[in-house]
């Protein structure tokens, strides 16, 4: 028995023995295998690189293995590819599907490159995948729902990508997921609360996209949660009570958004590890939580820009750690000269980096105790309180501020001299207060300076000459004082200044120094407003870069001169009230950029040039210039006295048109005044007073172009929030100079906006031509800013109201109305008929009382050849103008741009707006574009192509607590319809006009309300 035993021993270990070297020996077979797989599957990635030498991967030697590649790391033992860093490389192109085969890769890193085009569906067959980190790339496409086969995934990092959609409900499939960030993407939708069964998710990170709704309450469900961002997004509503108990926060960022409700006194107690709090830029009310002054940890702050009131709660002084704290633009009160004592709590904050108290009701004088606050200290806004008294010495302690704004304070007493001890200050802003005696010598130490107002003080004594040590000035703003004597050539010796010089309003006398011409890059000189005189100098036609030369109420004399007619770029010249004398130099003619030039009042004679500007008396002003004399009057064949009597003649007529047209206008607001609810008129309207504002204040107000600030992207351009002066929140489109035909859409905009004025286009504020910190070229428009987005964003839900509905039967023919009434006045009312050229959803922005508004004049053009009923472009341009589904059949075939073109347009949006589809829908079916597919439905079968989510608010929408009957609203509905198509009709000439167009949606507008029960 045992000797049988030990032969079945024997035959067992053979057998084991046997399959072990089989299984070895596949094994093997399968590694190698494998490896080639990989390396494949690598050379398919690099193939879609671009491969311009030098590159990175040029190393990526095919011969070799791929375990010796730049960025491939493999395990030893398996010989497999287990991970694949490529980060900040600079690599462009797109992201192959092959990376699908890498089949045990456990970490992807792809971040900080110039990759573009879609996230490969192959992707999802990396079942080992645990990082996959792609951010900051210009990825594209939705974020593919078959993410869930990463069951492994802890990391999984899109963020400042094109990504768009909305957030797949899969996503809460990865169960090991610890980091989640899609911040900075074009996502849309709302917060999936499924979210909240990612029990292991750490970081989430949603901020800087377009998500709309509340935010889910389930997020609270989240106990590991230590960062949560969702800012700048379009959340609205309360958030929600358990959010505020999710104890595990260490950041809680909800900045930009629109929510509202109390702070909880308590948030302190209930988040005890938080070391950021960013509230900035929504509608919260109540005070400031006592309880946050609490968090001895904490590091950041932020609660600007809301409704909240009281006081300063005590406790500042036990924030050891803190960073940043900025409660501007809020309610906040103090009384008493001790009312800003609380600044003397932070001097414990020995980390402090960021103090803005500003635009608040905070009255007081400034602690001496200010000069204690930390070194490391580097922005200080105190600007828009009733803060009095002087500022104390020790400011000149606090040695690490580059930015220092006392503005619009009522401060007095002189301005200390030991600021010139802030050797790193670059903005000093101490505008709009009561500071007396002269300029201390001391500034000139401040060489870093980028920008310095002074102005609306009273302020006395000359210029110092230390200005030429401002090697880095962009903007000097010294107007509305009491500064005398001449100007220094020091002031004039600064190539940097690129914004504007503005010494207007003082009493400064001599000449104007011909150094004048060293400011090559300035855009605004104003002296207007002082006692200077002699002749203006010839040297001044150096300044190549002048948009607006303002020299009204001095006392120049001599001749205009004629090398003005150099500056092209010139838009505004102001030389009235002078003592100019000579004839008006023809050169002035030649001045393309000219939209208004005032030369009134001056002792100028011969004759006026008939052509540039000229052409067009609106945009000029000779009154008060008794010798001169016009063409048309024959004035070279009369006598002195006979011109005279035809000037008189000729002024009289043009004062009597002008009261004429005062009174009809007058006899308008009245009317207007009776029906028109009166708007609140801000005690302190701001005014720019011709000034183009400056890159370096841009920087500033957008945060350095921050991408917490981008809020579109454009086919020119970026665009961005900013908040500027006394708190203004515009959008800021940056133009990208490196795209052909952006400087064309620069000026083009810029000339259509400049003179046109309408409650429903959006308004031009102001521009900025200028050059960057690297000396590129830098252009910017700034508009108003449009709270409630695109009107493409309303028609795809991307937005929604409060309670989560989209556009009722009212809004929409509201909004149609709002379009029609801006194209009627671009064609009808202004002086040359303008056509926009790209009409469409995403050029309708809408402000807070959802009111259209026609953005982007980028495309328009101007008209002024009329051939019978139809007015044409003057250009001879036969490129295509417009976007692809709103272009008009006629532009393709070759024709010039009409007045028609922009009615087609008009068609196609308005029916995307009843039925919420675009002409561009691929659900289109094939042979029918938007127009032809609502025909076959119209008008029997409506109900078929009207948009889904009118269709369900048909139930329950009325006018002013009133409700209409569903059947009204689609025969109301159907009229619209009728409109749209009548303007869409493929012949111009059978098309109905704007006028008719926007009479018969009134008429609508006028059944609905009267149907009302």
């Not at 768009?164 to 939708?189: D, F, K, M, Y």
């Not at 609380?342 to 000069?371: C, H, M, R, Y």
């Not at 309003?505 to 060293?518: F, I, K």
């Amino acid at each position: 028995m045992d000797f049988k035993k030990k032969i079945y021993s024997y035959m067992a270990s053979f057998i084991v023995m046997f399959f072990a070297c089989q299984d070895k020996y596949f094994t093997a077979a399968s590694t190698s295998l494998s490896l080639v797989t990989d390396k494949e599957a690598l050379i398919s990635f690099k193939s879609q690189i671009n491969m311009e030498s030098p590159h990175p991967l040029s190393r990526w030697d095919i011969d070799s293995s791929p375990c010796n590649w730049t960025g491939v790391v493999c395990d030893e033992h398996l010989q497999r590819v287990t991970g694949l860093d490529l980060s900040g490389l600079g690599l462009e192109g797109t992201i192959s599907p092959h990376i699908g085969n890498l089949s045990l890769i456990a970490s992807i890193r792809l971040q900080n490159n110039r990759l573009t085009g879609i996230l490969p569906n192959e992707l999802s067959n990396l079942i080992h995948l645990r990082v996959l980190n792609m951010s900051f790339n210009s990825i594209e496409g939705i974020i593919p729902p078959n993410i869930s086969q990463f069951r492994n995934l802890r990391t999984l990092d899109l963020m400042q990508n094109e990504i768009s959609g909305t957030i797949p409900p899969e996503i809460s499939q990865l169960q090991q997921l610890q980091v989640l960030n899609l911040g900075g993407n074009r996502i849309s939708g709302i917060i999936p609360p499924s979210i909240s069964n990612i029990s292991s998710l750490i970081t989430l990170n949603l901020g800087t996209n377009i998500l709309g709704g509340p935010i889910p309450s389930d997020l609270a469900k989240l106990r590991r949660l230590k960062h949560l961002d969702l800012t700048i997004n379009n959340l609205t509503a309360l958030v929600p009570p358990p959010i505020y108990n999710m104890s595990s926060l260490v950041s809680l960022a909800l900045a930009s958004n629109t929510l509202w409700g109390d702070l909880p006194s308590d948030i302190g107690l209930t988040l005890p590890n938080l070391r950021l709090f960013n509230f900035c830029f929504n509608k919260f009310t109540g005070t400031i939580p006592g309880s946050l002054h609490n968090l001895t940890k904490i590091q950041v702050i932020r609660m600007a820009h809301n409704h909240l009131h009281g006081h300063v709660p005590p406790g500042l002084g036990n924030l050891p750690e803190l960073l940043m704290y900025n409660i501007g633009f809020n309610r906040i009160v103090s009384s008493g000269d001790d009312g800003l004592n609380f600044l003397q709590s932070l001097t414990n904050s020995t980390k402090l980096i960021f103090l803005a108290i500003d635009f608040n009701l905070l009255e007081g004088v400034i602690p001496e105790s200010i000069g204690n606050l930390s070194k490391s200290l580097s922005k200080l806004y105190m600007a828009g309180n009733p803060i009095y008294g002087s500022i104390p010495s020790s400011i000149g302690q606090l040695s690490g501020l580059t930015l220092l704004n006392i503005s619009y304070t009522s401060v007095s007493g002189k301005i200390p001299p030991e600021i010139g001890q802030l050797k790193e200050l670059q903005l000093l802003a101490l505008a709009g207060n009561q500071f007396s005696g002269t300029i201390p010598y001391t500034l000139g130490n401040l060489k870093a300076l980028i920008k310095i107002d002074l102005s609306e003080n009273e302020l006395i004594g000359s210029i110092p000459d230390i200005f030429n040590n401002f090697q880095n000035l962009l903007s000097m703003d010294l107007s509305k004082n009491k500064l005398n004597g001449s100007i220094p050539k020091q002031v004039l010796n600064l190539p940097s200044l690129s914004a504007f010089l503005n010494l207007s309003h003082n009493l400064l006398s001599g000449p104007l120094p011909e150094e004048v011409d060293s400011l090559e890059s300035v855009v605004t000189i104003n002296l207007s407003y002082n006692r200077l005189s002699s002749q203006i100098p010839t040297s001044i036609s150096k300044c190549k870069s002048l948009e607006q030369l303002l020299l009204s109420h001095n006392m120049f004399s001599g001749q205009i001169p004629s090398t003005l007619g150099l500056v092209k770029g010139i838009e505004t010249l102001d030389l009235s009230s002078n003592q100019l004398s000579g004839q008006i130099p023809f050169d002035l003619q030649k001045m393309q950029a000219l939209q208004l030039l005032n030369l009134s009042f001056n002792n100028l004679d011969g004759e006026v040039p008939m052509n540039g500007v000229f052409a067009n008396y609106s945009r000029v002003h000779l009154e008060g210039n008794k010798e001169l004399c016009f063409q048309y009057l024959a004035c070279k064949h009369t006598s002195t006295s006979h011109r005279r009597r035809l000037f008189i003649i000729f002024i009289m007529v043009a004062v009597i048109a002008i009261v004429a047209m005062l009174l009809v206008i007058g006899f308008v607001l009245y009317i207007k005044k009776k029906h028109t609810k009166v708007p609140n008129i801000p005690s302190k309207p701001f005014s720019w007073e011709h000034q183009m504002i400056s890159y370096g204040e841009l920087r500033l107000a957008t945060t350095n172009f921050s991408e917490e600030n981008r809020i579109g992207v454009g086919s020119f351009g970026r665009v961005y929030t900013g908040y500027i002066k006394e708190g203004i929140t515009v959008a800021v489109k940056v133009i990208d100079t490196g795209i052909r035909g952006s400087w064309k859409s620069f000026v083009t905009e810029c000339a259509a906006l400049r003179h046109l004025r309408h409650r429903n286009l959006v308004k031009l504020i102001n521009i900025c031509s200028s050059f960057d910190f690297q000396n590129k070229e830098f252009l910017a428009l700034i508009y108003e800013f449009m709270s409630n987005g695109s009107l493409h964003d309303w028609i795809t839900g991307k937005r929604t109201s409060s309670n989560g509905e989209g556009l009722d039967i009212f809004q929409r023919l509201n909004i149609a109305i709002d379009i029609a009434h801006a194209i009627c006045y671009l064609h009808h009312e202004c002086e040359i008929p303008v056509v926009h050229c790209d009409l469409k959803p995403d050029n309708i922005l809408l402000d807070d009382d959802m009111t259209a508004k026609v953005s982007d004049f980028g495309i328009a053009k101007l008209m002024m050849e009329a051939k019978g009923d139809t007015i044409t472009s003057i250009s001879s341009s036969h490129a295509l103008k417009g976007s692809i589904g709103y272009i008009p059949p006629e532009y393709g075939l070759g024709e010039k741009v009409t007045i028609a073109g922009d009615v087609y347009s008009y068609g196609i949006l308005l029916l995307e707006l009843f039925t919420g589809k675009s002409p561009l829908d691929e659900r289109l079916k094939e042979g029918l574009n938007l127009k032809n597919w609502v025909e076959i439905s119209f008008p029997g079968k409506i109900e078929d192509v009207l948009d889904g989510k009118l269709l369900s608010r048909m139930k329950h929408v009325g006018h002013e607590h009133q409700f209409v009957d569903t059947e009204i609203q689609l025969d109301s509905s159907i009229t619209v319809i009728g409109v749209a198509l009548s303007c869409a009709v493929e012949s111009p000439s059978e098309r109905i006009t704007i006028k008719e167009a926007l009479h018969k949606l009134k008429s609508v507008k006028e059944i609905l309300h009267k149907s009302s029960f």
